[in-house]
């Protein structure tokens, strides 16, 4: 499959503030890629822009679940970059908490937030890509989108239904100029976990102590897995996993689908616990 060359061509990023967002930015940045950078964040946006040192870069303050703002931004981008290469899916938020715990309306914020943002943009931006010779998509998954953990219902439940229309789409995409891939990021340290929603309903102090019990276990830095990013869309790569416990866990998932439970309980006991408040809970 074509490889693609970024140098001079567009790259859209959303969730580009900060975070995974902003490291692939950079990443891009230093490969001489024009950038479209979307996020919420204004400041943080006007922040990176600052960083980066490439030219022809522009900056969109967006809600992605806006639908008429998110086809505004798509032809305002479409307007300014003439050619529109990749797009590469960051933005989302994570959320703690079980299904006793967490309200409908919780559920449906985090859905809209993770995968009609998702949809929202690549639909938008779809009909200006096919027009490149070859163009590529990336959206950023998560590993929970192939193995859900107890204690992360909604999380796991946007991160299933992002993977599905990605697959869905990559096959939809076939015979057309535009590929499709899909990464499962897991450990990555961008701090994600720890400044994520949790439910109204769990004690905040105990839902710290497991964001903080699940952050500890990751170990892969920003800058590694933007790299990785980016070489992924640059092939045109359909799956790739980032981090050692993303290839763990894929690798375990393929090998027992229906018991892949069983050895992830233990090492993720403190980051489901959302329950108990540390001082109560009993030595092991």
Same mark, same amino acid.
């Given at each position: 499959?074509?490889?693609?060359?970024?140098?001079?061509?567009?790259?859209?990023?959303?969730?580009?503030? =900060?975070?995974?967002?902003?490291?692939?930015?950079?990443?891009?940045?230093?490969?001489?890629?024009?950038?479209?950078?979307?996020? +919420?964040?204004?400041?943080?946006?006007?922040?990176?822009?600052?960083?980066?040192?490439?030219?022809?870069?522009?900056?969109?303050?967006?809600?992605?679940?806006?639908?008429?703002?998110?086809?505004?931004?798509?032809?305002?981008?479409?307007?300014?970059?003439?050619?529109?290469? @990749?797009?590469? @899916?960051?933005?989302?938020?994570? #959320?703690? %908490?079980?299904?006793?715990?967490? =309200? #409908?309306?919780?559920?449906?914020?985090?859905?809209?937030?993770?995968?009609?943002?998702?949809?929202?943009?690549?639909?938008?931006?779809?009909?200006?890509? +096919?027009?490149?010779?070859?163009?590529?998509?990336?959206?950023?998954?998560?590993?929970?989108?192939?193995?859900?953990?107890? %204690? !992360?219902?909604?999380?796991?439940?946007?991160?299933?239904?992002?993977?599905?229309?990605?697959?869905?789409?990559?096959?939809?995409?076939?015979?057309? =100029?535009?590929?499709?891939? &899909?990464?499962?990021? &897991?450990?990555?340290?961008? *701090?994600? $976990?720890?400044? *994520?929603?949790?439910?109204?309903?769990?004690?905040?102090?105990?839902?710290? +102590?497991?964001?903080?019990?699940?952050?500890?276990?990751?170990?892969?830095?920003?800058?590694?897995? &933007?790299?990785?990013?980016?070489?992924?869309?640059?092939?045109?790569?359909? !799956?790739?996993?980032?981090?050692?416990?993303?290839?763990?866990?894929?690798?375990?998932?393929? $090998?027992?689908?229906?018991?892949?439970?069983?050895?992830?309980?233990?090492?993720? +006991?403190? &980051?489901?616990?959302?329950?108990?408040?540390?001082?109560?809970?009993?030595? =092991?």
């Amino acid at each position: 499959m074509r490889r693609l060359d970024v140098r001079g061509r567009t790259s859209v990023i959303t969730g580009a503030a =900060s975070g995974m967002g902003a490291e692939i930015a950079r990443e891009l940045d230093r490969r001489g890629a024009r950038l479209a950078l979307l996020d +919420r964040n204004a400041e943080g946006l006007a922040a990176l822009a600052a960083d980066l040192t490439g030219t022809g870069h522009t900056i969109h303050t967006i809600d992605l679940t806006d639908d008429d703002a998110v086809f505004a931004v798509a032809a305002e981008i479409a307007a300014s970059h003439p050619h529109v290469q @990749t797009l590469i @899916t960051c933005a989302g938020s994570s #959320m703690l %908490g079980d299904m006793d715990q967490s =309200s #409908m309306e919780e559920m449906r914020w985090l859905m809209d937030v993770n995968l009609w943002g998702t949809v929202n943009i690549t639909k938008a931006l779809l009909p200006v890509m +096919r027009r490149e010779r070859a163009a590529h998509i990336t959206h950023l998954v998560s590993i929970y989108g192939l193995a859900a953990p107890a %204690g !992360r219902i909604p999380y796991a439940m946007t991160k299933y239904a992002v993977r599905g229309f990605t697959e869905s789409l990559r096959h939809e995409l076939e015979r057309s =100029s535009v590929t499709v891939g &899909a990464i499962y990021p &897991a450990g990555v340290k961008t *701090g994600i $976990i720890l400044h *994520g929603r949790y439910a109204a309903a769990i004690d905040p102090a105990v839902a710290a +102590r497991a964001a903080a019990a699940q952050a500890a276990m990751y170990h892969t830095e920003p800058a590694d897995a &933007a790299r990785r990013i980016v070489e992924a869309t640059v092939r045109r790569r359909a !799956r790739t996993m980032v981090g050692r416990e993303a290839r763990l866990i894929d690798v375990l998932t393929r $090998i027992t689908p229906a018991h892949y439970w069983n050895a992830m309980r233990r090492p993720l +006991r403190d &980051a489901i616990d959302t329950t108990t408040p540390i001082a109560s809970r009993h030595p =092991s």
